[in-house]
């Protein structure tokens, strides 16, 4: 603390990224990155775009970028906003959306970031518990409030809700914005962005970072209606114009496109994800069903945090969050089928101790 800071950044509870280890070489199964790598078409077209053109400013709207999008979605650019990762992009629709209104809700167990945004920007808000067996019941989204954030499939229990139930929570607060956080949708989850020409309150954010393995190019962006899209136009060019970088578009285009790769990679990450819950299971764990890249899990004997040490003298990373009620609980990313085998016999030699 300084006497120089203000009273915001006094109270400010910054989000806590999983560890990045810098020297030792770990499986690295704690921050929900993809094990295969980015599409080789994105890896060429960054390529070739190092040039000497980088002394130029990139476009700052992203307009190809946005254009590709919409096109795959069948909706014109001007619904699309992109941004330097889905986190930028959520601070934009903070901002935009929910600052100066009614406390917004979200889930008490949900991706952390949204309190640190409330925090940042001075917005109020009310965490909704998610039911006995961890579902968001849309029941529990219903009353005045001045805006609602889910994550679909949630983080870090990984249940994907259905689209009726995205639905319901829309009709209930036709007066706000609702925003649906889509991280993890490409794994397994039903994408809301078809219901955006239905709903003028809706907004939708996907990130490239995690079905597109491009988490260290920080990609994002939003699917709305123009009004929506503008408002966070509004924000990014009171902030900062040029979000994303030449090398970024360029990739971000090119990977939005290779649908091959896209394909063939998440249908490993999914495949490996579902044979890695059945062993768990078997190993005594509860394993939520997962719509995502990574398990919840907690065993019925052995504490989370026994099992986070003891993986971890074993050089496997993986993510424990010391608030009630999932203390015992670890999430653990889908690596490669090698990293899931490595984690599996890990496991089970703890559980042998
Ligand atoms: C990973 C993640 C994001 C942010 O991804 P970016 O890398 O900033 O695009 C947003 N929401 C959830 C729930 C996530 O898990």
Known sequence: MSRFWSPIVEKLVPYTPGE???????????????????????????????????????????ADLRAAIASTLKLDASH??????????????????????????????????????????????????????????????????????????????????GLESIEQILQQNRDVVVLVDEAYVDFGGDSAVGLVTHYENLIVTQTFSKSRSLAGMRVGFAVAQPHLIEALQRVKDSFNSYPLGRLAQV???????????????????????????DALKKLGFEVLSSATNFVFASHEHIPAERLLSGLRERGILVRHFKQEPIRNWLRISIGTTEECDALLEAIASIVGE
């Not at 970031?113 to 808000?125: A, P, R, V």
């Not at 091959?260 to 044979?275: E, G, P």
């Open 80 to 161: 699309v906003f992109a941004g330097n990762g889905s986190d930028e992009v959520l601070a934009h629709a903070f901002n935009a959306f929910f600052s100066g209104r009614d406390p917004i809700l979200f889930a008490d167990i949900t991706y952390s970031f949204y309190k640190t945004y409330c925090e940042l920007f001075s917005i109020d808000h009310r965490k909704v518990p998610l039911t006995e067996d961890f579902q968001i019941n849309p029941q529990d989204y219903i009353g005045s409030c001045g805006g609602v954030v889910i994550a679909n499939p949630n983080a870090p229990t990984g249940i994907a809700m």
């Open 20 to 62: 990045q280890p810098k020297h030792q070489s770990f499986i690295k199964l704690n921050t929900n990155e993809n094990p295969y790598g980015p599409s080789p078409l994105a890896l060429e077209a960054i390529r070739s775009a190092s040039d000497d053109g980088l002394r130029l400013y990139p476009d700052p709207a992203a």
């Open 251 to 277: 990739g971000a285009v090119a990977a939005w496109t290779d649908w091959d790769w896209f394909d063939k990679t998440r249908n490993l990450v999914i495949a490996d994800r579902d044979r890695t819950s």
